[in-house]
């Protein structure tokens, strides 16, 4: 009658396929780029070049191989970079009864919050090296007023519970209450939110390249590729559709994998079998 | 002078020029910056308004020769120092004639030490104090030295003639102009509305109304294009147009030699002080493929000269070929032997600069040359690639060669990017400035060219297209004036069939 | 006879192999009551669940379930069953919807409900969020959903625990007005006295099967299987020793409390809860704070364990002032005194098993090596009837007195000098709460005792239940709207109350009364 | 409540702290950027006699304290300045771009929170269930699509192909309102991404509540299961994603610029690319307080709307 089967779900199974052509790519394809051949004229196929040429005459497909770490290295370092620095501001503004203090953490932010990002890339990135590095910087700054809020103020709901009254009254360790209570409560949360923030990191990426900061217009990276290949959408269209597809693929998958793991997590925790068969009283509030 | 420019009849000028119609172009702007008035004229909006408005004196031909506006003729003295330019019957908007006071006017103005117009430096060579109203439509100008080139001065960018008396901000929120179309309306930023003067001097334009409106993003252009929201679009991609060439929803008219590109090579500091190492870089240059890659083949390849086509353009100087053999030869008798690493500066500040940085180090490379790209902020690439660097990528708008040397060649040239500073050039300059036969001056002209193609510090590897699209009943656009020249965004040579 | 309007049959559950419930049949008619009594864990709430149609997640059910109609439901722990977001007014609105009519005669059944669920203001708690409300404020509230909703079966767990006797006394009066309706009831309790009085029908469970089943006078009052024999019996033990001296083993109080006004909200003018309220704890002794619901018990407790901030005043332990925030604590206060919550459930951490949270005690605030700490946990949890294959599940496989003994344990691994006990018998049957008594008059000698301090333990007992009062306690302060209103030494107080409110909270309590005036019949 | 109120006039007095911070910020910022407004106006013609000649005639050979002491004086005043290029008053601009960008936003904001919320009720519903896997399929695609790629593939497929909408605003000026649609392209485009990053949120939090003990009391009583998840647990869910929508109403202020480009829309983000680009410094400090004022408010609104949800946390913000 009850018994709930374990058996991967769809969402899991699907997220692991879009993922791995993608990541694929991106790990193991500056190994087989190769040399550069001879430029071609921008923006056609065939002599040899089986997706064509991009805008500058090169190789699609080599730039398609090549574009893939920097996409999700920058993207993943600057999304970590962000939680690096929010999570533990974040924590520390909800557990927090001084006011000063919360309010010294926080109001920065809303300073740095209340400078339109957009405007803040650009001097930001007009201030540091363009560069690989200098962009996951960029784009992690962009981030942390967000993600500071957001991890505030699931914290501090987390917080007020006498679960973790219960915890100061043990003389629990910060670290235990912040990271093993709180954090664990807004799981759900945080990786929705991550998933989005990675996301929305490469997409960044690619926006910085469209206003022409943070990376070089030609570099091989399918976030620019995707920006300098609607000029020839007509044309070539490979030139803009293959990164494209990978990048969906890319953070499709990424995001559906987030989605089944957690899925799985609570289902465990949860009474009843489906989830509206929840009995008062049993569950966490 | 010379004869009227071929003008208007360009490609579709089949029948007879229909009278009637409006026209909106779209070109790229300057934001709420904007301003009508025209000695402000920075970006190609700028001076596509101030033509339709305003006049000059002269105006460059499709070969960089100047070629009469206002002015209907000018006559210089034996020693080239004094001319005499004497103005036509043309008409402010208003009806009233358009008069030498109005001339000397707008040129001191220009000229004014507090102010920074851009056409300032052009004027340099005229003694304002000294120039005088002969009668209504005299002027007599009198210059700081001998200067044949002087009608380039007239044609220069942004000289346009203003009423005696315009000055402040007010006088240009609905200015009075001598152009073929008069203000309608104008908002910074969106556009700019005007409607056919009657009483122009060159005969009235066949539109009843154009108006110009801005919109930044290339694919917006072509877009509103093919949406049928304007029917003029400035500026378009080399692939957009190859998309739509042969077409029958746009009309594709590539403005050939519009924009020179190349590198600088400081020839004041290693290793570009060796004449060998320059000339070494201009055989690594593979231009056809420079040409390819950054400019999407919508150009021509170069001969490390400036002006190609252009009068007085060295244009028997044979073109100069790929020899990697010979540039390594060089390098190796210049002490290059073991390998020579060269930093080249660039940045996204044009289209092509970053692309065209990256193929030449990949040419350079098989040269055993080591080329690191530097890419530098845009907004300040040009300011700081004048004087810091070895190795830069440049580019130049259209200009005659004479002005190009005068401002980038000479010892005391404001933006001499390759600091070629030598005496005998600038004497050979000085010279041709003062030598009113014409075929002398050719010849003095082409042993500087010579000069620098040997030894100079431009590579100019090509030549880029100006493309601009019209909505296929637009008839009149003229397909071989560069950006910037006379009947380039000529409007009221236009019409609606 | 009518047809029952609930039927188990040969009920199963089984999760992991272990039976929660097994082979458990029951019927309930209209208009009667049916109680299931048993000691904490015996699979009651699991039963009352089951005809809800509930069960535990991954649970394999056999038998049979049969509910004409919705049941209404009053959880264990009521906090749970209230939307945090919503005031307490919006699901009464909604339920009152279901029932038709205008929007005034449905605020107006709305507001009949609560006062029947004997919250005699309904307004003031229409307005609040759950937080805002005391812990039987909010199990009101959920008795008033289930009135309103108008289900002809009322499974009702606890519904007694967490209120003062005068409440009591009305709820359990409402749910006879309740069955009067026709509406019947499953009462799972185990407070005797409420069973007694309106169940029909009895069935004992013990480790998930029927122990014992039939009318009520027969199981509770002449009991016949030698199993159910302790139930009844098992009262709290008056105590034999006689209360020691006041002040007679030291010269500071333990605990020392001045001045005490508190309040809700960020400043003073937010709701008053206690007025100047001064109170003394002496060294070994036990005090038990009694009083209505919503009357500033919980608040004061919690101003003492520091974790409600907003009070002035002082508090010394042992003559040396408090730290206000158990925030400013260091090891050794919030070792000195500790705290056991009314809603047990809602402080454990729901992720982790419930030994690793338990030990975690002896760890942080005495230093003790994990492994030991683990031990040591264990070894207490089994004293108190609670096994290592139940400890080392996470909370939400617990059940609610299970839970309540494990977070006294909590408390007493830190050995604490004084220990604040919020409603900790609550959810406990008469023999697991006779073992926490004991548990508890133990700490009070010191020597000998694990849990304690050589000095002994000092405690401060806040409950309802004056029977747990009469057997603990040495003095009892009567709280009434954030003031004492009498104090003093318990037998003198139960004997011979002086207040009004006292004698009031004394008659509601029948069974008491025997217990104070001596084993007479 | 007047707990409520002194949280509010605190957080006010805070948030005027705040702008002023966004302007020293942006301040430094600018002046941090190598090259100025003469160097920006000099263009590829950079004559250093004449940079020099357009510095003073801009007074920038002041010194910087000067200059922004001027300045925030003038703010005090109520006074925003004149540009460094055009030397016509900074309001002027704001002015001009203020029309166009609001109504994007605006319209935006009006589409967005409805949109959003019912995606993520939607998948919400059945965790892992179909509607759920195709909403979060099809938004993460979405959202994953930069917005002048999914700009310009709209624009070819229902401007230029179908021909059913305007490619841009080109010619319209300030009377967008008066033609809706053009402005269909611009805001399903700007939509793309919060609806997603929004909805998710909602997705997240509902997931959670609609399993929480709250809600199944709610289903014992037979309230109606569309009435539970909008008024009860929808609540619940709802804190994390009025943060996400605050955060949404500044980039929408500020981020259009990719939008705005793309259909030739003269909003706040033009003028703001141009004021960089010419280091025209008093119109991008003008914006900045804007900018920073109204994300103050904005941002107030959140935190008092997050406190009304998440009731137990107290109102600190
Ligand atoms: N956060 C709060 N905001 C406002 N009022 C509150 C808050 N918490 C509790 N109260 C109110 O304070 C009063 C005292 O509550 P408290 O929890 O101390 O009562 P109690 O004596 O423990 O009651 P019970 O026996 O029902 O647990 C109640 O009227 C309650 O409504
Ligand atoms: N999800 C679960 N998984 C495993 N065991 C469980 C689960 N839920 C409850 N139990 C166990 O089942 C037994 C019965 O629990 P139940 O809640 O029915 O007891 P109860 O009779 O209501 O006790 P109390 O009086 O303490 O509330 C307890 O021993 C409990 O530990
Ligand atoms: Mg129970
Ligand atoms: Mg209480």
New binding site residues.
């Given amino acids: 009658m009850k018994g709930s089967a374990r058996r991967p779900s769809g969402q899991a199974v699907l997220g692991a396929a879009l993922i791995t052509l993608p990541l694929l790519l991106a790990v193991t394809g500056p190994w087989f780029a190769g040399e550069p051949g001879p430029r071609g004229v921008s923006f056609t196929s065939g002599e040899g070049h089986w997706l064509g040429t991009d805008f500058t005459g090169r190789d699609v497909w080599r730039q398609v191989l090549l574009g893939g770490r920097s996409v999700v290295v920058t993207a993943a370092v600057a999304t970590v970079l962000a939680y690096l620095v929010a999570l533990p501001v974040g924590l520390v503004a909800a557990l927090t009864h001084r006011a000063w203090l919360e309010e010294f953490l926080m109001r920065p932010w809303d300073v740095v919050l209340a400078v339109p990002s957009l405007l803040l890339m650009l001097m930001v990135a007009a201030l540091l090296e363009p560069g690989a590095a200098g962009l996951a910087l960029i784009v992690a700054l962009v981030n942390v007023p967000d993600a500071v809020r957001i991890v505030r103020a699931g914290a501090a709901e987390a917080a007020s519970r006498p679960a973790v009254e219960a915890m100061r009254m043990q003389g629990e360790s910060w670290w235990r209450m912040a990271v093993g209570y709180v954090g664990r409560s807004m799981l759900r949360t945080l990786a929705a939110d991550a998933g989005v923030r990675l996301t929305g990191a490469l997409y960044l990426v690619a926006t910085a390249a469209f206003l022409g900061v943070g990376v070089a217009p030609d570099a091989a990276d399918w976030a620019v590729m995707v920006d300098q290949g609607r000029t020839g959408l007509f044309v070539q269209p490979w030139a803009v559709v293959v990164p494209a597809v990978l990048i969906v693929a890319l953070t499709t998958g990424t995001n559906l994998l987030f989605d089944a793991s957690l899925a799985r997590r609570t289902r465990g925790t949860r009474r009843g079998k489906e989830a509206r068969d929840v009995p008062a009283g049993r569950t966490r509030r | 002078g010379g004869p009227e420019g071929k003008g208007a009849a360009g490609g579709g000028g089949d029948g007879k020029p229909r009278r009637g119609g409006k026209l909106r172009a779209a070109f790229a702007g300057g934001g709420a910056n904007e301003t009508l008035d025209p000695h402000l004229t920075n970006l190609f909006a700028d001076a596509a308004r101030a033509k339709a408005l305003f006049d000059k004196l002269a105006d460059f031909g499709s070969d960089m020769s100047a070629r009469p506006r206002l002015a209907e003729r000018w006559e210089p003295n034996k020693t080239l120092d004094r001319w005499t330019v004497t103005l036509r019957e043309a008409k402010w908007h208003d009806g009233k004639p358009v008069t030498a006071e109005d001339v000397l006017h707008s040129y001191r103005r220009i000229a004014d030490p507090d102010r920074a117009f851009r056409a300032k430096a052009s004027l340099e060579p005229i003694d304002l104090d000294d120039s005088r109203a002969r009668d209504e439509r005299t002027v007599e100008f009198r210059l700081k030295r001998p200067y044949a080139e002087f009608p380039n001065v007239l044609a220069a960018f942004g000289a346009y003639i203003v009423r005696a008396g315009a000055d402040d901000a007010g006088d240009f929120g609905e200015p009075v102009g001598s152009g073929p179309f008069r203000h309608v309306s104008f908002t910074p930023g969106r556009s700019l509305l005007v409607k056919r003067f009657d009483g122009y001097w060159d005969g009235a334009p066949h539109l009843d109304e154009l108006e110009f409106t801005v919109a930044d993003e290339e694919s917006a252009r072509i877009n509103a294009l093919l949406g049928g929201q304007v029917e003029y679009a400035h500026e378009l991609n080399p692939t957009t147009a190859r998309a739509h060439d042969g077409g029958d929803r746009v009309r594709i008219v590539r403005l050939r030699n519009s924009a020179m590109q190349g590198f600088v090579m400081k020839t004041d500091r290693a290793p570009f002080d060796d004449r060998r190492v320059r000339e070494a870089f201009f055989l690594i240059a593979d231009r056809r493929e420079l040409v390819d890659g950054a400019l999407s083949g919508a150009g021509e390849i170069g001969n490390d000269l400036f002006g190609k086509g252009y009068r007085y353009y060295a244009g028997n100087i044979p073109q100069r070929k790929r020899d990697l053999e010979r540039a390594r030869r060089l390098l190796r008798e210049a002490g290059h032997g073991d390998g020579l690493t060269v930093t080249l500066d660039t940045s996204p500040v044009a289209t092509g600069f970053v692309e065209a940085a990256e193929i030449f180090r990949e040419q350079a490379a098989e040269a055993g040359v080591t080329i690191e790209v530097r890419v530098g902020n845009a907004d300040t690439y040009w300011s700081d690639t004048l004087d810091s660097g070895v190795l830069a990528c440049t580019r130049s708008g259209t200009m005659p060669i004479e002005s190009h040397i005068s401002q980038r060649l000479l010892t005391d040239s404001p933006t001499n990017a390759t600091k070629w500073r030598h005496k005998d050039f600038d004497e050979l300059y000085r010279q041709a400035q003062s030598t009113a036969e014409e075929s002398e001056r050719t010849a003095l002209y082409e042993r500087m060219q010579r000069r620098l193609h040997t030894e100079g510090g431009f590579l100019v590897w090509g030549f880029a297209d100006w493309i601009v699209a019209t909505a296929p009943g637009v008839r009149g656009v003229a397909e071989d004036a560069p950006a910037n020249t006379l009947d380039w965004a000529r409007f009221d040579r236009v019409w609606l069939a | 006879m009518s047809r029952p309007v609930a039927r188990v049959d040969d009920l199963r559950v089984e999760v992991d192999g272990r039976a929660l419930v097994d082979g458990v049949s029951f019927t309930v008619l209209p208009g009667r009551c049916t109680a299931l009594v048993g000691p904490s864990g015996s699979g009651k709430s699991t039963t009352g669940l089951a005809l809800l149609g509930e069960y535990p997640a991954g649970a394999r059910v056999s038998g049979t379930v049969d509910v004409a109609g919705p049941a209404g439901y009053v959880p264990q722990n009521p906090a749970a069953a209230l939307n945090p977001a919503r005031r307490a007014g919006a699901l009464l609105a909604d339920i009152a919807r279901a029932g038709g009519g205008g929007r005034a005669e449905r605020a107006g059944r709305v507001r009949a409900a609560l006062r029947a669920a004997q919250l005699p203001d309904p307004e003031q708690v229409l307005r609040?969020h759950p937080?805002?409300?005391?812990?039987?404020?909010q199990?009101r509230v959920v008795i008033a959903q289930a009135l309103l909703s108008g289900a002809p079966v009322l499974v009702a767990d606890e519904p007694t625990t967490?209120?003062?006797a005068l409440t009591k006394r009305r709820v359990v009066d409402e749910l006879r007005a309740v069955l009067a309706r026709g509406v019947a009831v499953v009462l799972l309790s185990h407070d005797l006295d409420v069973v007694r009085e309106l169940a029909g029908h009895v069935v004992v469970l013990r480790d998930g099967r029927t122990s014992e089943s039939g009318p009520t006078a027969r199981i509770l009052s002449a009991p016949g299987h030698p199993r159910a024999a302790d139930m009844p019996a098992a009262a709290v033990p008056v105590r034999t020793d006689g209360p020691p001296e006041p002040d007679g083993r030291g010269a500071a109080p333990a605990l020392r409390v001045e001045g005490v006004t508190a309040w809700?909200?960020r400043r003073r003018t937010?709701?008053v809860?206690l007025h100047d309220l001064s109170l003394t704890l002496g060294a070994g002794r036990c005090l038990a704070v009694v009083?209505?619901?919503?009357?500033?018990?919980?608040?004061?407790a919690?101003c003492l364990a520091g974790l409600h901030r907003r009070w002035s005043g002082r508090a010394l332990l042992a003559g040396e002032p408090l730290p206000r925030s158990v925030r400013d604590r260091s090891r050794e206060h919030l070792a000195a005194v500790q705290y056991v919550f009314?809603d047990a459930r809602a402080s454990f951490d729901e992720y982790r098993p419930v030994l690793e949270q338990v030990a975690r005690t002896a760890v942080r605030l005495r230093g003790a090596d994990p492994d030991e700490a683990r031990t040591e946990a264990l070894s207490a949890l089994t004293g108190v009837g609670i096994g290592a294959d139940t400890a080392s599940r996470p909370p939400g496989a617990l059940s609610g007195g299970e839970l309540q003994r494990a977070a006294l344990v909590r408390a007493l691994l830190a050995r604490p000098r004084v220990l604040l006990c919020?409603?900790i018998t609550s959810g406990l049957d008469p023999v697991a709460r006779k073992d926490v008594c004991a548990l508890l008059a133990g700490l009070t000698t010191g020597s000998g005792n694990a849990f304690s301090p050589r000095e002994g333990t000092s405690l401060v007992v806040?409950t309802?239940d004056l029977s747990v009062a009469a057997g603990l306690a040495d003095d009892i302060a009567v709280?009434d709207e954030?003031r004492v209103v009498e104090s003093g030494a318990a037998g003198q107080m139960l004997s011979a109350p002086r207040h009004p409110f006292t004698r009031r909270l004394l008659e509601a309590m029948p069974s008491l009364a025997g217990a104070v005036r001596g084993p007479s019949a | 409540m007047t707990d409520r109120r002194s949280w509010l006039l605190r957080r006010l007095v805070l948030g005027v702290a705040q702008t002023a911070g966004v302007v020293v910020l942006v301040f430094a910022l600018t002046e941090a950027l190598p090259g100025d407004a003469a160097v920006a106006l000099a263009g590829d013609a950079p004559d250093p006699e004449r940079v020099e000649r357009i510095r003073e005639v801009m007074g920038l050979d002041r010194p910087v304290a000067e200059r922004f002491g001027e300045w925030a004086a003038g703010l005090v005043r109520g006074d925003l300045g004149v540009s460094l290029v055009s030397g016509r008053p900074v309001t002027e601009y704001l002015a001009a771009g203020f029309g166009p960008t609001v109504l994007l936003a605006g319209l935006t904001m009006a589409l967005l929170v409805p949109v959003a919320v019912g995606l993520g009720v939607l998948a919400a519903r059945r965790e892992g269930g179909r509607a759920d896997r195709v909403i979060s399929t099809v938004t993460l695609g979405v959202y994953a699509v930069p917005e002048f790629a999914l700009g310009v593939l709209l624009t070819v497929v229902f401007a230029l192909w179908l021909g059913w909408l305007p490619p841009t605003a080109v010619g319209y000026g300030s009377g967008l309102l008066g033609h809706p649609a053009v402005l269909v392209l611009p805001v399903l485009v700007l939509l793309a991404r919060p609806v997603c990053s929004v909805s998710r949120l909602v997705r997240a939090g509902m997931i959670d509540a609609m399993a929480s003990s709250y809600t199944a009391q709610a289903r014992r009583y037979g309230v109606a299961e569309s009435r539970i998840r909008w008024t009860h647990a929808l609540p619940n869910a709802a804190a994390p994603a009025v943060q996400q929508l605050a955060r949404t109403v500044d980039w929408l202020l500020g981020g259009v610029v990719v939008v705005e480009a793309l259909f030739v829309i003269p909003g706040l983000g033009t003028v703001l690319m141009d004021a960089v680009a010419a280091r025209d410094i008093p119109v991008v400090q003008g914006l900045a307080v804007v900018f920073g004022l109204v994300t103050v408010a904005v941002n107030v609104g959140a935190d008092l709307v997050t406190h009304d949800l998440a009731p137990r946390t107290g109102v600190s913000a």
Avoid: A, C, N, Y
């Avoid at chain 3, 805002?132 to 404020?137: D, E, N, R």
């Avoid at chain 3, 009357?295 to 004061?300: E, N, R, V």
């Fill in positions: 609040k937080h805002q409300l005391s812990g039987g404020q199990q967490g209120q003062d809700h909200g937010g709701p809860v009083g209505r619901s919503g009357s500033g018990k919980t608040t004061l919690r009314q919020d409603e806040v309802h709280v954030g």
